[in-house]
T-cell receptor, first 117, second 115 residues
Framework: AQSVTQPDIHITVSEGASLELRCNYSYGATPYLFWYVQSPGQGLQLLLKYFSGDTLVQGIKGFEAEFKRSQSSFNLRKPSVHWSDAAEYFCAVGARAGGTSYGKLTFGQGTILTVHP | EADIYQTPRYLVIGTGKKITLECSQTMGHDKMYWYQQDPGMELHLIHYSYGVNSTEKGDLSSESTVSRIRTEHFPLTLESARPSHTSQYLC??????????????FGPGTRLTVT
């Protein structure tokens, strides 16, 4: 079964500082990988996704993530954080075609990002 | 981007009441999902559907039930609400079965409080 670990429950950064949120996954093959962002009281918004090809993927709002197969990681980065980036961030893994997990996503526990002015 | 709607956004209800949480999407997506999320916690899949008349239980056991009579509509029902059902319920949809691009699009959620 697939699983996702986000080691950092809460991260605090200053506005303008760089950001890296960690995500490690467990899956028997190359998975589909996603990062979502959730503002308080809202649903989840897709930031970016990795299916295949270039291991560095660009997303919305200036975010990027790098898939590293050797480390089973898919860390999210942003070079300069804005106060509006304060939210909770979820990494998710999806199984490729076939099997009972097809089409379903498994989410990590989330990382809460606080941005100081 | 998918348009997916959930009503009500907030619901406070007494123990023993029957409730239905509504979810609709306008993108013609075949796949739809219900997640339960407690504050500050990850999402747990409780129901999913791959098309009309198709419903399956998710990874987290739930006393709720779902139906899928129309492609765009995926309501969740609790026959007798209890305080343990207090949570946020998120609905999501994604493109058709067999489509390689199956990222999920989420509604705004329904925050349910059972007193």
């Amino acid at each position: 079964a697939q699983s996702v670990t986000q080691p950092d429950i809460h991260i605090t950064v200053s506005e303008g500082a760089s950001l890296e949120l960690r995500c490690n996954y467990s899956y028997g093959a190359t998975p589909y990988l996603f990062w979502y962002v959730q503002s308080p009281g809202q649903g989840l918004q897709l930031l970016l996704k990795y299916f295949s090809g270039d291991t560095l993927v660009q997303g919305i709002k200036g975010f990027e993530a790098e898939f590293k197969r050797s480390q089973s990681s898919f860390n999210l980065r942003k070079p300069s954080v804005h106060w509006s980036d304060a939210a909770e961030y979820f990494c998710a893994v999806g199984a490729r075609a076939g099997g009972t997990s097809y089409g379903k996503l498994t989410f990590g526990q989330g990382t809460i990002l606080t941005v100081h002015p | 981007e998918a348009d997916i709607y959930q009503t009500p956004r907030y619901l406070v209800i007494g123990t023993g009441k029957k409730i239905t949480l509504e979810c609709s999407q306008t993108m013609g997506h075949d796949k739809m999902y219900w997640y339960q999320q407690d504050p500050g916690m990850e999402l747990h899949l409780i129901h999913y559907s791959y098309g009309v008349n198709s419903t399956e239980k998710g990874d987290l056991s739930s006393e709720s039930t779902v139906s899928r009579i129309r492609t765009e509509h995926f309501p969740l029902t609790l026959e007798s609400a209890r305080p343990s059902h207090t949570s946020q319920y998120l609905c999501a949809s994604s493109p058709k079965v067999g489509d390689v691009s199956y990222e999920q699009y989420f509604g705004p959620g329904t925050r349910l409080t059972v007193t």
